[in-house]
């Protein structure tokens, strides 16, 4: 059952829904007038009763999705475009297997580079030929400036090729699954051919490094954030989406080396119409925006992947770094009081406001310039963290696979294979050392020209003949003399 509230001159319509953890959450719609809310309290009890608890949308915005999805089922337009049929597939697709962020970065894309250039193709002429021709010409196609960045004058790359591929050929699966293209065919980008993506090795500091960089570093959130990556191998959004009920510090904890962090949450920023359009899926919350009119909005939200949502244990040091992190949060907070927006988060600005990736990517490049380091990003310290963990646990790729949360072990051992391999630079010099310097070193004790004279040790002459008698002899002499001995 929903609710009303009058609210100074609004009315909110009040309701719970399950989110997709299954919790029980409460969401206010508000009104202008008592006359609105009413039918908002309607038309959500009459939804909830046939779709069960979950967020409702909008009376338009419902009844324009039933109207489009029966055009689009019942549609039996054989000489659709590329462009219409996307829109239907963003639809039915995208809204009930994407995220927001996804969302939001797949229907860019669309929009950018596939709509404008191929979106007149129809349908049912799509080959393998043209699309590998098409994916040749995007190397020539500027790219399009991603919102409030300025042009790269690059044009589109290899990598990106291959996401807008990827758009295709699952669009063209979905047309074949709703018979839009006859169900005996192939998908023509099954066998397209993709300008060949160079491999591009990461650079990623020292642990020597990383160990001074630490220690140089007097900005005190950004050197927690360092720790976080390099200990817990954490991304940097679930770094900036950590609150502190899912970090355990308490001093038992910590005696007992149970100290860890659970990453359940990151923080990201989202394009609004995509949360509104997948009603708000996979948010967990929306923060305020800074700027009117501002069309994306700063959320939490469930990870990308089911494992990475995970448990990671802390070293003490770090552990005991966030107990003090914390204390002087606390004191700022008290200090600041109603002017200090409290959301719980570790990593925090000084009024209490979540911290975008961006700022905590700047911090880390003027840590690099003002020091003299070499250029790296902020993710290359998760990649360092793997790679000693690799070395330290002698290459136990499922416990560090645990910590850095990647759906299959695979990718542990593939993303960073550059870091083991490092070692292997090193075999040859260990087998000089362990070998091949006591094979040089015995050759110069006993030059082959000169005949060594073995210590006495007490025996006659004739016995020391004998002696190197049967030092001469070949394995198989010696074998044979034992079998005569042993027979008599």
């Known amino acids: 059952m929903a609710s009303i509230k009058k609210r100074k001159s609004t009315f909110s319509v009040i309701y719970w829904y399950l989110d997709n953890a299954g919790e029980r959450k409460q969401k206010w719609d508000t009104l202008e007038t008592k006359k609105e809310a009413k039918q908002r309290k309607a038309f959500v009890e009459y939804y909830q009763e046939k779709y069960g608890y979950v967020i409702v949308p909008l009376e338009e915005q419902f009844a324009r999705q039933i109207d489009e999805s029966k055009k689009e089922l019942d549609s039996t337009d054989e000489d659709i475009t590329l462009c219409d049929f996307l829109k239907i597939f963003v639809n039915l697709y995208g809204t009930s297997k994407w995220s927001p962020s996804t969302f939001s970065s797949k229907v860019g894309t669309i929009e950018n580079y596939i709509n404008p250039l191929i979106g007149d193709w129809k349908l049912n002429e799509i080959t393998t030929k043209k699309l590998s021709a098409y994916y040749n010409d995007l190397l020539s196609v500027p790219e399009v400036p991603r919102a409030n960045r300025k042009a790269t004058g690059r044009c589109v790359q290899p990598a990106n090729i291959k996401k807008i591929h990827d758009?295709?050929?699952?669009?063209?699966?979905?047309?074949?699954?709703?018979?839009?293209?006859?169900?005996?065919?192939?998908?023509?980008?099954?066998?397209?051919?993709?300008?060949?993506?160079?491999?591009?090795?990461?650079?990623?500091?020292?642990?020597?490094?990383?160990?001074?960089?630490?220690?140089?570093?007097?900005?005190?959130?950004?050197?927690?954030?360092?720790?976080?990556?390099?200990?817990?191998?954490?991304?940097?959004?679930?770094?900036?989406?950590?609150?502190?009920?899912?970090?355990?510090?308490?001093?038992?904890?910590?005696?007992?080396?149970?100290?860890?962090?659970?990453?359940?949450?990151?923080?990201?920023?989202?394009?609004?119409?995509?949360?509104?359009?997948?009603?708000?899926?996979?948010?967990?919350?929306?923060?305020?925006?800074?700027?009117?009119?501002?069309?994306?909005?700063?959320?939490?939200?469930?990870?990308?992947?089911?494992?990475?949502?995970?448990?990671?244990?802390?070293?003490?040091?770090?552990?005991?770094?966030?107990?003090?992190?914390?204390?002087?949060?606390?004191?700022?907070?008290?200090?600041?009081?109603?002017?200090?927006?409290?959301?719980?988060?570790?990593?925090?600005?000084?009024?209490?406001?979540?911290?975008?990736?961006?700022?905590?990517?700047?911090?880390?490049?003027?840590?690099?310039?003002?020091?003299?380091?070499?250029?790296?990003?902020?993710?290359?310290?998760?990649?360092?963290?793997?790679?000693?963990?690799?070395?330290?646990?002698?290459?136990?790729?499922?416990?560090?696979?645990?910590?850095?949360?990647h759906a299959e072990a695979e990718m542990v051992t593939d993303v960073y294979s550059e870091i083991i391999d490092e070692d292997r630079r090193y075999n040859a010099q260990k087998m000089d050392e362990q070998f091949y310097s006591t094979l040089n070193h015995d050759s110069e004790m006993q030059p082959q020209n000169e005949e060594v004279q073995p210590e006495n040790n007490g025996l006659s002459d004739s016995d020391m003949e004998l002696l190197q008698l049967l030092k001469s002899l070949t394995p198989e002499m010696k074998e044979m003399l034992l079998k005569q001995s042993a027979s008599k």
């Not at 009920?245 to 990453?263: G, H, K, P, Y």
């Not at 002698?394 to 645990?402: E, I, L, P, T, Y």
């Open 167 to 405: 758009i295709i050929r699952c669009a063209l699966n979905q047309a074949i699954r709703w018979e839009y293209i006859d169900t005996n065919k192939r998908n023509p980008a099954s066998l397209a051919t993709l300008p060949k993506v160079p491999k591009v090795k990461r650079k990623v500091w020292s642990v020597d490094t990383f160990r001074e960089a630490i220690q140089q570093s007097d900005d005190d959130l950004l050197t927690i954030c360092m720790h976080l990556a390099f200990s817990c191998s954490m991304r940097i959004g679930e770094i900036t989406g950590l609150t502190w009920e899912d970090v355990v510090i308490d001093e038992q904890s910590i005696a007992t080396n149970n100290a860890r962090v659970i990453i359940n949450k990151e923080l990201s920023r989202v394009n609004a119409q995509a949360i509104q359009k997948l009603k708000e899926k996979d948010i967990i919350k929306i923060f305020p925006t800074q700027k009117p009119h501002c069309t994306t909005r700063l959320v939490l939200k469930t990870p990308k992947t089911e494992t990475s949502n995970r448990t990671v244990w802390l070293p003490k040091t770090v552990a005991e770094l966030l107990v003090q992190y914390k204390k002087d949060q606390q004191e700022l907070q008290e200090f600041l009081g109603d002017a200090y927006n409290n959301y719980n988060l570790v990593i925090a600005l000084e009024n209490g406001n979540p911290v975008e990736s961006r700022i905590v990517r700047d911090r880390f490049q003027k840590l690099c310039e003002q020091n003299g380091y070499e250029k790296v990003v902020f993710h290359s310290l998760r990649h360092l963290s793997t790679g000693y963990k690799l070395k330290m646990t002698n290459g136990d790729v499922k416990s560090v696979q645990g910590d850095t949360g």
